[in-house]
Nanobody, 116 residues
C-alpha cells in the first residue's frame, strides 16, 4: 500500500554530518506525520524526530540542536540533517509515516555508523 525508501546512511567520523532522505510512494497521498526512529544493537527502537504535515518538528532530547528534520509534502519526502554526530548516534535509522485513519508505515532502515 505504501513504500518508504530510505537513503543517505553510511559511515562517518565523530563530528561529521549525514543527511537521510525517505520517499513515500503508493496509494496514500498525504501523511499526518513523518519522521525517524532508530535502534542501536541491544536497545529498543527510539524516537529521533518527527514532523507534522504543517511543519512542526518534535525532537528527542539527545539530538536537539544537532539534527534538523524537514519535509516536502509535494514529494511525500522527509529529510533528517544530522550534524555533530557522535558514536552514540550509531544505529539503524527507520523512516516512518502515519496516514490519517491508518496504521503507521515503516521503512526497511538504513545503517548509520559514527566512528570515534
Amino acid at each position: 500500500q505504501v513504500q518508504l525508501v530510505e537513503s543517505g546512511g553510511g559511515l562517518v567520523q565523530a563530528g561529521g554530518s549525514l543527511r537521510l532522505s525517505c520517499a513515500a510512494s503508493g496509494r496514500i497521498f498525504s501523511f499526518n506525520d513523518m519522521g525517524w526512529y532508530r535502534q542501536a544493537p541491544g536497545k529498543q527502537r527510539e524516537l529521533v524526530a518527527t514532523i507534522t504535515s504543517g511543519g512542526s518538528p518534535n525532537y528527542a532530547d539527545s539530538v536537539k540542536g544537532r539534527f534538523i528534520i524537514s519535509r516536502d509534502n509535494s514529494k511525500n519526502t522527509v529529510y533528517l540533517q544530522m550534524n555533530s554526530l557522535k558514536p552514540e548516534d550509531t544505529a539503524v535509522y527507520y523512516c516512518t509515516a502515519k496516514p490519517q485513519l491508518l496504521s503507521r508505515f515503516w521503512g526497511q532502515g538504513t545503517q548509520v555508523t559514527v566512528s570515534s
